[in-house]
């Protein structure tokens, strides 16, 4: 179960980025960026596959740069990607950012 602190503070980070259901700009923080990408991710349906172009529609609708972001849900691991298709990861399976940021580092 999910801390109540932790809970508040993604909440105001998702105020602070989002104008509805626009992406205001990309946070440089790597954790307020997680919280972002696991926001914008859940866009997409679970056990759906998705060309790169559906994915660019499905993110532009949020957010101008699709290309940077689309990059970024891969490289959270919170999609995956193979032969130009995408899916969603499930969410059991997310990384903490802890162990993506030491994946970064390798």
Same mark, same amino acid.
């Given at each position: +179960? ?5 809970? $508040? ?7 602070? %980025? ?8 990309? #946070? $440089? =923080?790597?954790?307020? &960026? ?15 596959? %998705?060309?790169? &172009? ?9 957010? =101008? ?13 919170? +999609? ?9 990861? #499930?969410? $059991?399976?997310?990384? =903490? ?6 994946? +970064?580092?390798?």
């Amino acid at each position: +179960m999910k801390n109540v602190k932790l809970e $508040a503070w993604e909440e105001k980070v998702l105020k602070n %980025y989002l104008d509805g259901t626009r992406l205001i700009k990309i #946070p $440089a =923080s790597r954790k307020k &960026r997680l919280v972002v990408l696991r926001w914008l991710v859940r866009k997409f349906e679970q056990e759906v596959t %998705y060309t790169e &172009r559906q994915v660019n529609e499905i993110i532009g609708r949020h957010h =101008s740069d699709y290309a940077t972001l689309r990059r970024e849900l891969i490289g959270y691991q919170l +999609m995956e990607r193979e032969n130009g298709f995408y899916w969603r990861l #499930p969410a $059991a399976l997310w990384k =903490s950012e802890t162990e993506i940021m030491r994946q +970064m580092e390798l």
